[in-house]
């Protein structure tokens, strides 16, 4: 089954514990992305992967780390985490091309208190 | 900047009756548009997409959305709503090909009353 599969799905953490969400597709995309869900905000792309070992930022990177060291792994890293970081994360994949549309985990809600 | 634009936080309608989520956007160029949904605790799942030609795309679960180009808008719509597509709707805009960007609106919650 094509999917993309985020780890932990839930986790309350305190401020300054360094955390790390894995995300892993199984679709053999090039591109990957993850996003912070605010309400109100809508989705905000914090960090996107066009293919292995080539990342950039997105909209709202600070805080936040990325590594695409292969294909089907996109691990978001928050080095120092803080309570702004409180969020639902979502990690996405797709074929590289603008038109195609994205596959998305199912979410990771993070806490930090 | 480009944008998009989700104007209704909560639409209601009663089960039968025909649905608008409205999204209009603001993106240079030719934009890839795109509609997702998202049920509580699940991703966002693809509906339907516009990527050229005809202005009236069909999509999941009976979905249909119209891009109209002169305003700007592309309506999501359903002939007749069900219960079940009680959820939240996200409107996205890729401002063309080859682009790593995808522009989400803010999301309008879609309430079917039986």
């Known amino acids: 089954e094509a999917q993309v599969t985020q780890n932990p799905r839930y986790l309350i953490t305190v401020t300054g514990k360094k955390l790390t969400v894995t995300c892993s597709q199984n679709?053999?995309?090039?591109?990957m992305s993850w996003y912070r869900q605010d309400p109100g905000l809508g989705l905000r792309q914090i960090y996107y992967?066009?293919?292995?070992?080539?990342?950039d930022k997105g909209d709202v990177p600070e805080g936040y780390k990325v590594s695409r060291k292969e294909k089907r792994n996109f691990p978001l890293i928050l080095e120092s985490p803080s309570p702004n970081q409180t969020s639902l994360y979502f990690c996405?994949?797709?074929?590289?091309?603008?038109?195609?549309?994205?596959?998305f985990g199912d979410g990771t809600r993070l806490s930090i208190l | 900047a480009q944008s998009v634009a989700q104007p209704e936080d909560q639409v209601n309608v009663a089960e039968g009756n025909p649905l608008t989520v409205k999204c209009t956007y603001s993106v240079s160029g030719n934009p890839y548009l795109f509609w997702y949904v998202q049920y509580p605790n699940r991703g966002l799942q693809f509906l339907l997409k516009?990527?050229?030609?005809?202005?009236l795309v069909k999509g999941s679960y009976g979905f249909e959305a119209e891009f109209n180009k002169s305003q700007t808008s592309f309506h999501l719509k359903k002939p007749s709503a069900l219960v079940s597509d009680s959820a939240l709707y996200f409107c996205a805009v890729s401002p063309g090909y080859n682009t790593d960007k995808l522009i989400f609106g803010t999301g309008t919650r879609l309430q079917v009353f039986p």
């Open positions: 516009y990527i050229t030609g005809d202005n």
């Open positions: 992967s066009m293919n292995v070992e080539v990342t």
């Open positions: 996405a994949s797709s074929l590289w091309e603008g038109y195609q549309p994205q596959h």
């Open positions: 679709m053999n995309h090039e591109y």
